[in-house]
C-alpha cells in the first residue's frame, strides 16, 4: 500500500487555519481521497491539560513560561495524536493537521530573540519530537500570513467560546500584540529555514476570500497528491 501524505496549515492566530483545514479536506474528498483530520492542541483531552493551562494564563503570562517547558506541554499532546496519524499514514490516508510542531517553532520561537539562540531551540525541539518521541513528519507546511492586527481582531470575532477561557476570549498568546508580531516573524524566518511554503493572505492590507486562499493553498499541494 502507498503511504499516505501529511499535510500541515499553520499560521498565528486569526489567520485561518481551522477555515482553510475544513476547506482542503473536502475538497481532497471531492477529489477522491481518503482524508482524515488532526487538530491542534487537543483541547479537553488529557494530553493537552497543561496546555491549556498555560493558555489560561495560570502559569504566568506568555514570556513568564520559558520556551523549552511550554513546548514540552504541545509535545506531550502531539506524542498523545502520533499514533492515530501513523496508522492513518499506513493505511495510506492524506491527513491534514490543523497546527503542528511548527505552532512551538512560532509561537515558542517568538520568546527567543537572538538567531544562535532561536536555532538551538529549533534543533532541540525537532531533535526531541522527530528522533526521541518519533512523531511523523509532515510532507509539507503551510504558513497561512496575515498582520499580526488584522489577525488579532479576526480573533476576537471568532464565534466560538474555548472551555478553558472561561469568559474570556483571547488566550495569552492572543492578547498579546507583540508576542503575535514576534511569531508572525519567527514563523516567517522558519520558512526560510525549512522550506516551509508561505501564503500570503492579504491583497493591499485587505483579506482575499476565502476561496482564492484555498485556491492557493491547492496550487501548492497538487504536485504531491501525485
Keep these: 500500500m502507498i503511504k499516505g501524505k501529511f499535510i500541515v496549515i499553520d499560521g498565528?492566530?486569526?489567520?485561518?487555519?481551522?477555515?482553510?483545514?475544513?476547506?482542503?479536506?473536502?475538497?481532497?474528498?471531492?477529489?477522491?481521497?481518503?482524508?482524515?483530520v488532526a487538530d491542534f492542541p487537543q483541547y479537553g483531552k488529557k494530553s493537552a491539560a497543561?496546555?491549556?493551562?498555560?493558555?489560561?494564563g495560570k502559569f504566568g503570562?506568555?514570556?513568564?513560561?520559558?520556551?523549552y517547558i511550554a513546548s514540552l506541554f504541545?509535545?506531550?499532546?502531539?506524542?498523545?495524536?502520533?499514533?492515530?496519524?501513523?496508522?492513518?499514514l499506513e493505511e495510506g490516508k492524506i491527513v491534514v493537521a490543523n497546527r503542528y510542531i511548527s505552532s512551538?517553532?512560532?509561537?515558542?520561537?517568538?520568546?527567543?530573540?537572538?538567531?544562535?539562540?532561536?536555532?538551538?531551540y529549533f534543533e532541540w525541539l525537532e531533535n526531541m519530537e522527530f528522533n526521541i518521541f518519533k512523531i511523523p513528519k509532515p510532507d509539507l507546511t503551510i504558513i497561512l500570513y496575515v498582520k499580526p492586527?488584522?489577525?488579532?481582531?479576526?480573533?476576537?470575532?471568532?464565534?466560538?467560546y474555548r472551555d478553558y477561557l472561561g469568559e474570556k476570549k483571547r488566550d495569552i498568546h492572543e492578547e498579546n500584540l507583540k508576542h503575535l508580531i514576534d511569531a508572525s516573524n519567527s514563523y516567517l524566518y522558519a520558512a526560510r529555514k525549512f522550506n516551509w511554503i508561505v501564503i500570503d493572505c492579504l491583497e493591499k492590507n485587505h483579506l482575499k476570500s476565502k476561496e482564492e486562499i484555498h485556491n492557493l493553498i491547492w496550487e501548492k499541494i497538487r504536485n504531491i497528491l501525485k
Design 149 to 160: 492586527e488584522i489577525g488579532q481582531k479576526l480573533v476576537d470575532q471568532k464565534a466560538n
Design 61 to 67: 503570562k506568555v514570556n513568564d513560561v520559558d520556551p
Design 104 to 120: 512551538n517553532i512560532g509561537h515558542q520561537g517568538a520568546k527567543l530573540e537572538d538567531g544562535k539562540e532561536k536555532n538551538e
Design 50 to 56: 497543561l496546555v491549556e493551562e498555560y493558555l489560561e
Design 12 to 36: 498565528i492566530d486569526g489567520s485561518g487555519k481551522a477555515t482553510q483545514t475544513n476547506f482542503l479536506v473536502e475538497r481532497l474528498k471531492k477529489e477522491g481521497f481518503a482524508v482524515e
Design 74 to 88: 504541545y509535545a506531550c499532546d502531539r506524542y498523545e495524536a502520533s499514533f492515530k496519524i501513523k496508522k492513518w
